[in-house]
């Protein structure tokens, strides 16, 4: 895909090269449609950095296949984790902007562009996060929501690092260069790199991260099973958590969100357990479970809340 100079005009008067970094692994079903959002940003002075790791399936020739002078790949010999390649990805980058991009999510066209144009008009805040807008493959077709309107001056809340941890709050960050001078990087983590990196990132240069209010990342959501990989995966963000509440850069404050995650993912585990349990007939491990005077007086709320949240999903979907 060879880029188009057809949307030269405004947007190019924010000249800031952007470097968009991206990591893939046995991605080649969604890291087409990844990259093409890219490329066809209103704001064309971007480069794409693809960290490939160590993929076993076609997600080399998927980004080969895009002829643009703007893709560059970096190949790793053998699968790192998504926090050494997205390190990766930070050692060669040379905008003055950088933006993570999943490989399985796509972003709106005018992304860059309202963002850079947004930080012009407000300046000073080094870290900006857009809305994520969840897409469900089986949902709402996604041209519709790439195609809606983007608010000319959207809403903005700053937002301090122990809040945005204690809130569980989540997207993917826009963020000046210059920040990375302090040496912050993502840790070597296979879940919860992302949420680590940011907070570290705010922590550490004592800026707010902008939370702009303008829906333009679209988030893939694939429903997943209660499996081990769950609780791999929770397994992961404890480690992350408690990692990331020994780092210098982590005050009193962020202590007290760390701890107040780690509580509410004890409660994540429970459910978690409760449900596999269920669906397994391990009555006896069910019952242990249910009847544990620590656990069984939260296991009505915990519920409520997965339902609740499935119902919003099934909306989304219809």
């Avoid at 969604?30 to 490939?52: K, M, N, P, Y």
Wanted: glycine share 6%.
């Amino acid at each position: 895909m060879t880029s188009s100079t057809s949307n030269a005009g405004l947007d190019d008067t924010l000249d800031d090269l952007v470097s968009v970094y991206m990591t893939a692994h046995d991605a080649e079903e969604f890291i087409g449609a990844a990259i093409d959002s890219c490329l066809a940003q209103t704001h064309c002075r971007l480069e794409l950095i693809i960290v490939d790791d160590a993929s076993t399936d076609r997600t080399v020739q998927e980004v080969l296949a895009r002829d643009d002078e703007r893709v560059k790949l970096i190949r790793l010999t053998e699968n790192a984790g998504p926090g050494v390649a997205r390190n990766a990805a930070l050692e060669v980058a040379t905008g003055g902007w950088l933006a993570v991009l999943d490989a399985d999510d796509v972003m709106h066209r005018r992304r860059l562009s309202t963002l850079l144009a947004w930080s012009s008009a407000n300046p000073g805040h080094r870290i900006l996060v857009d809305d994520s807008v969840r897409w469900y493959p089986h949902g709402r077709d996604s041209d519709d929501l790439l195609g809606a309107a983007v608010p000319s001056a959207p809403r903005f809340r700053d937002v301090a690092a122990d809040e945005w941890l204690r809130r569980h709050l989540g997207g993917k960050p826009m963020f000046r260069r210059e920040l990375l001078d302090a040496g912050v990087r993502y840790p070597d983590f296979r879940a919860g790199q992302d949420t680590s990196f940011l907070i570290q990132l705010a922590a550490t240069s004592g800026d707010p991260i902008t939370w702009v209010h303008q829906p333009t990342y679209l988030y893939r959501f694939v429903e997943g099973s209660l499996s081990t990989r769950t609780l791999r995966r929770l397994d992961e963000v404890e480690r992350m958590l408690l990692d990331l509440r020994l780092r210098p850069c982590s005050d009193d404050r962020i202590r007290v969100a760390v701890d107040m995650r780690l509580a509410a993912l004890r409660d994540e585990r429970m459910l978690v357990e409760v449900k596999a349990a269920w669906k397994s007939r391990q009555l006896v491990e069910l019952s242990r479970l249910v009847l544990d005077g620590s656990n069984w007086w939260r296991l009505p709320l915990l519920a409520s809340a997965s339902v609740r949240t499935r119902v919003r999903r099934k909306n989304v979907v219809g």
